[in-house]
Nanobody, 117 residues
Framework: QVQLVESGGGLVQVGGSLMLSCTGSGRTSSRYRMGWFRQAPGKEREFVAAVGWSGTTTVAESVKGRFTISRDDAENTVYLQMNSLNAEDTGVYYC???????????WGQGTQVTVSS
């Protein structure tokens, strides 16, 4: 089992920046694919970004050019740098790990991001 804990969420104004962190414990591995998802009020959870064991990244079109995902395996931590935030970025952000292959099957509790105008 892997335990994931997110941090770094909060209240920020439109155009501002935040960096989210996700630290893993337990059966961590640098071979896991790691990702960030988010869920806005009244909406389904959606994919934001992912990073593979080799460092290859995938980013949703809605955040491309504004959000950057990275990982530090020595610290068992994955980051999500979020710039140029807008109101549509408001939601609970979840960290996830794919322990076997590509499917994300281990999740954190989430951290709230609120972007105000």
């Amino acid at each position: 089992q892997v335990q994931l804990v997110e941090s770094g969420g909060g209240l920020v104004q439109v155009g501002g920046s935040l960096m989210l962190s996700c630290t893993g414990s337990g059966r961590t591995s640098s071979r896991y694919r790691m990702g960030w998802f988010r869920q806005a009020p009244g909406k389904e959870r959606e994919f934001v970004a992912a990073v593979g064991w080799s460092g290859t990244t995938t980013v949703a079109e809605s955040v491309k050019g504004r959000f950057t995902i990275s990982r530090d395996d020595a610290e068992n931590t994955v980051y999500l740098q979020m710039n140029s935030l807008n109101a549509e970025d408001t939601g609970v952000y979840y960290c996830a790990a794919a322990l076997n292959g590509m499917r994300f099957d281990s999740w954190g509790q989430g951290t709230q991001v609120t972007v105000s105008s």
